[in-house]
């Protein structure tokens, strides 16, 4: 009786060790990913990196559970989503696009032209911030090209028909506020 | 206007490129290494949680092979309920013959008094009963409980029976008491009764009492009657 328990274990052992992926490796796969979705929500290196580590963490606490998942990816970029969006709330990212939008615009312009174009920039920014959630999310993720409508699907808990008329609706929305901002 | 939201549109990708294009930075993987060694692990060796998510994903699953599990092991719980069901029943009925036997036994040797509970007599008797499944055997039954323990009427506790209805003369004094005048329901009352009863003695007593004598005379107007006169002669004595 013990022989069997014990070769049952060694068989749950060995399927467990040939169906989950080594933390390593998950790392090595997945932190650039997660490091951008998170940078995209909270635009600050430092927090963006603090939520990469806190994945892995979570990831590390929960490694048994890694068996029972289908697709990883979709997985960990939901868990980045979900903890960049909490970490949002504690900080003010809109404190940090001054000088994300200051980062964005070339050096060798004049001092006039680069104050106008980091304060397109930021209405650009601001824009994208007034979308809904739904359709701030499917266009953040969009634009990380790793990922397929399928999987921007999976992480948002909707079909790909409707991630795409998530992004037709705030590509709309995107435009319409621009250009009342641009006008105004 | 068209060239306006096509300026808008640039504006748009070229943020979200920016976006995309971010690298993480340098030395963020050593970092993260780093990190996860320094934080606790779960306990090494504990295969449980390997088999509790193994038998999550059979039954997460959709495929044939989950299918049958989770059938044959619904149809073994099912068992093992019916089982356990069948087996209390019949200790339960058990109990309650050995306890109903128990009791009339020795209801004719000694009957308790009916405020205190069944003594442990008729109560430890149970326990020697062979069971069906001898564990059953270690569930401390609450025996002392008065409630939890079938008695025969004999042991049941007494109580006074019901009160009669009045007879007629009880319903005439009844009556008499809220009625009557008070100083015949005075009369009523023992000591008045036998001081009346005394009263009524001594004056039967004085008149049917002889009369006193008559005080004598003072001279001898009137012949003195003696005794001796009044007796008869006797026979041949003369006057």
Known sequence: ?184 | MKLEHNHHDEAVDKVLAVLRDTAPPEGMQARIHQRLAAAPTSTPGSHWPVVVSRWKAVFAGSTLAGAWARGALSGAAVALLAVAAVLLLQHSSRTNHSQVAANNSDAPHAIPPAATPVSAAPIAQPHSVPCVSPHLLRAQVPVSAPGNIYRPASFAPSHPAPELPLTAQERELARLAQTADPRLLAALAPEMQAKLDAQETDNFNKFFAPPPAPPPAPDNASPIINDQSLTPPKEGETL
Do not use: C
Request: glycine share 4%; proline share 3%; charged share 30%.
């Open chain 1, 1 to 184: 009786m013990a022989a069997i328990g014990e070769q049952s274990l060694q068989w749950f052992a060995a399927e467990r060790a040939e169906a989950v992926p080594d933390l390593t490796t998950l790392v090595r796969d997945h932190s650039g990913l997660l490091y951008r979705v998170a940078f995209s929500v909270l635009r600050n290196p430092a927090e963006a990196e603090d939520v990469v580590q806190d994945i892995f963490l979570r990831v590390l606490q929960r490694q048994r559970e890694l068996s029972g998942i289908i697709d990883i990816r979709p997985w960990l970029v939901r868990i980045a989503l979900n903890l960049a969006l909490d970490r949002r709330r504690r900080i003010r990212p809109d404190q940090m696009d001054d000088l994300f939008a200051a980062g964005l615009v070339a050096t060798g312009i004049p001092a006039d032209e680069r104050l106008a174009e980091a304060s397109r920039v930021r209405r650009v920014l601001d824009a994208v911030e007034g979308l809904p959630k739904k359709e701030r999310e499917a266009l953040l993720l969009s634009a990380m090209d790793d990922l397929s409508t399928a999987e921007i699907a999976a992480v948002l808990g909707s079909s790909e028909s409707s991630v795409r008329s998530l992004l037709f609706r705030a590509r709309t929305r995107l435009r319409n506020r621009l250009a009342e901002r641009g006008s105004a």
